[in-house]
């Protein structure tokens, strides 16, 4: 069964950057052709979906966060990992990551069809 | 923040029947399909509805969904205590190539 499991560094102080890591099992990185996504949760402000990866490293990026994120992945270690820089408390957010929708196929058709729980990362003054 | 528009709130007795709106523009949701996601505090979040309309494995028929146009809904019929969680409406935007969320309905069974 596939699980996604996040960890973060709990406190980041401002203008610090904040890395997380997703550890995968149940399914391998470098064998299923699906991308893996990023996405936040921010106290009153909902959702923001904040990137996707491919096993080669093909990235999308959400644009208004692009010039300070880079996403990585290892697939000798099966895991994803997510750096921002220059965090403030903007970027105080619930941090998830999750399976994404298949390469080759259409967007209008990918969705998030597994996410781990989740790592709170607060920035700190 | 959010790109697609969703009521805050909604609620319902056990039994009732529910409906959660989703409006968004010709970029998004009028040119792609529709996920709902469920999410629970301290859980991971689950999809209910993907593609519009289909239901993964496991989710209860009691979850349905349609699109039209630029507008999308979830509907949960026979609400159960179990349903209360925050909802999201999701899809892929054209302009901003890549995938988003609404504003989130927090629905309560009262």
């Known amino acids: 069964q596939l699980q996604l499991q996040e960890s973060g560094p709990g406190l980041v102080k401002s203008s610090a950057t904040l890395s997380v890591t997703c550890s995968v099992s149940g399914d391998s990185i470098r064998d299923n052709s699906q991308y893996w996504g990023w996405i936040r949760q921010t106290?009153?402000?909902?959702?923001?979906?904040?990137?996707?990866?491919?096993?080669?490293?093909?990235?999308?990026?959400?644009?208004?966060?692009?010039?300070?994120?880079?996403?990585s992945v290892d697939t000798s270690k099966n895991q994803l990992s997510l750096t921002l820089t220059s965090v403030t408390a903007a970027d105080t957010a619930v941090y998830y990551c999750a399976r994404d929708g298949y390469s080759g196929f259409a967007h209008s058709y990918w969705y998030l069809d597994h996410w781990g729980r989740g790592t709170l990362v607060t920035v700190s003054s | 923040q959010s790109v697609l528009t969703q009521p805050p709130s909604a609620s319902g007795t056990p039994g009732q029947r529910v409906t959660i709106s989703c409006s968004g523009s010709n970029s998004n949701i009028g040119s792609n399909t529709v996920n709902w996601y469920q999410l629970l505090p301290g859980t991971a979040p689950k999809v209910v509805i993907f593609s519009s309309n289909q239901r993964p494995s496991g989710v209860p028929d009691r979850f349905s969904a349609s699109k039209s146009g630029t507008s999308a809904s979830l509907t949960i019929s026979g609400l159960q205590s179990e349903d209360e969680a925050e909802y999201f409406c999701s899809t892929w935007d054209d302009t901003l190539n890549g995938h988003v969320f609404g504003t989130g309905t927090e629905v309560t069974v009262l």
């Open chain 1, 43 to 71: 106290p009153g402000k909902g959702l923001e979906w904040i990137g996707s990866i491919y096993r080669s490293g093909h990235t999308y990026y959400n644009p208004s966060l692009k010039s300070r994120v880079t996403l």
